[in-house]
């Protein structure tokens, strides 16, 4: 497995961290979900004992069970691992809060401490507050009490915002989504190199776009297929982010057991280093995200935060139908998933328009326009 320093801290860090908001999930039939704690366990533990040594979680990952299901499968592990988890703005209604709320994620996680401990998805909405009420000193409090270690933050959206964020505060790392299609998007190049600059720790989510990357298109796949160096769509978009020097470690939310092997074996590939792709391949994945945006889909990455509904329209199933209709040009699948939406009232028009899940979207979608969208596309292809 290759490793990387964690910017200036000191230690190295697997260059594949899991993800733990994607853990599998079984089903109760009626649109509950819970996590599935037996194949959970068995897939952190294998990823433990099999290279990865970073392990990320939040607060409200799986409605809190994530954070109780990674302490479960560090059990004998945990002096061999980084364990790094997040608090949102949302639950820290008042600073005496962020102490009941770390130390009830500490007895999850069955930990005296953590490794870093992030300010859970700033965004320019919530920054200014963030500042207000002195949250990054608190933080600080908890570090000299030796009950965190490190403090970092996670952020989505555009450059500006980020640049006042890092320079706010002596952070020890930062958090960032990008990817072959949110390079100017989000935190863009300039944050990366800002970040390097800074000498912090660097980590990236959402590598694969909430797994969109993995399969794509024809018209993507036939970009690829131009490319000298034959490789998968997933082992393209991984390298697109080893290639940058600043970057700490790669996040990656894996469900199975066979996506957790086969992100092993391409991390330890003795290629995937910093500055591995060459010029000509830079600008085929330049090609691959124009290709991309000439399909008109919905940028949802499947993170759930617009969730629960209050009126339980199955927003991210949705667009996640809508997008492999698009994509693929193939109605037949999706309209059919989109019937069993319908009859579970959980489809587009059971939306009120209250916006709630607006204001909680980190990738900003309009999303009571984008439902409409999607009801107009895949209602009645069944019926």
């Known amino acids: 497995m290759q490793q990387r320093m964690y910017g200036s801290l000191g230690y190295p860090v697997s260059l594949l961290g899991m993800g733990c908001m994607r853990l599998p999930r079984v089903f109760d039939g009626k649109g509950g979900a819970s996590v599935d704690v037996e194949q959970a366990v068995e897939l952190i533990r294998y ?5 990865v040594n970073y392990f990320d979680t939040a607060f409200t990952y799986h409605g809190g069970q994530s954070e109780q299901v990674l302490g479960e499968a560090l059990v004998g592990l945990r002096e061999n691992v980084r364990v790094v ?31 870093v401990y992030l300010v859970h998805n700033i965004m320019a909405s919530s920054w200014q507050q963030i500042k207000d009420r002195r949250i990054y000193d608190e933080f600080v409090k908890l570090k000299e009490e030796g009950l965190i270690r490190s403090i970092g933050f996670s952020y989505h959206g555009a450059f500006p915002t980020f640049e006042n964020v890092i320079n706010e505060y002596p952070w020890d790392m930062c958090q960032v989504q990008q990817n072959i299609m949110d390079v100017d998007k989000e935190t863009t190049d300039a944050a990366i190199r800002l970040a390097g600059e800074k000498k912090m720790a660097l980590v990236i989510m959402e590598p694969l776009r909430g797994g969109g990357l993995v399969n794509p298109p024809p018209a993507v796949q036939a970009v690829y297929d131009e490319a000298q160096t034959k490789r998968t769509a997933l082992e393209w978009a991984f390298r697109h982010l080893v290639d940058y020097p600043q970057v700490s470690c790669i996040l990656s939310g894996m469900t199975t057991l066979e996506q957790l092997k086969q ?3 391409l991390f330890s590939k003795e290629d995937m280093l910093a500055n591995n792709l060459n010029p000509s391949e830079r600008e085929m994945i330049k090609k691959v995200k124009a290709t991309y945006e000439q399909i008109n889909s919905i940028p949802c990455t499947g993170c759930e935060y617009c969730l629960p509904c209050p009126n339980g329209v199955a927003i991210p199933d949705i667009f996640k139908r809508y997008n492999e209709s698009v994509m693929f040009d193939y109605f037949d699948q999706p309209g059919r998933a989109y019937m069993l939406i319908k009859r579970g009232n959980a489809d587009a028009t059971q939306c009120v328009e209250c916006g709630a899940c607006e204001k909680q979207c980190p990738q900003r979608i309009a999303i009571m326009e984008q439902l409409k969208k999607a009801h107009e596309k895949l209602d009645g292809w069944l019926e």
């Open 85 to 115: 988890t997040k608090q949102p703005i949302a639950v820290m209604k008042t600073n005496s809060d962020i102490r009941r709320n770390l130390e009830s994620t500490l007895k999850k996680l069955r930990t005296d401490y953590l490794d």
């Open 47 to 51: 990823a433990a004992q099999n290279g």
């Open 263 to 265: 992100n092993i074996a």
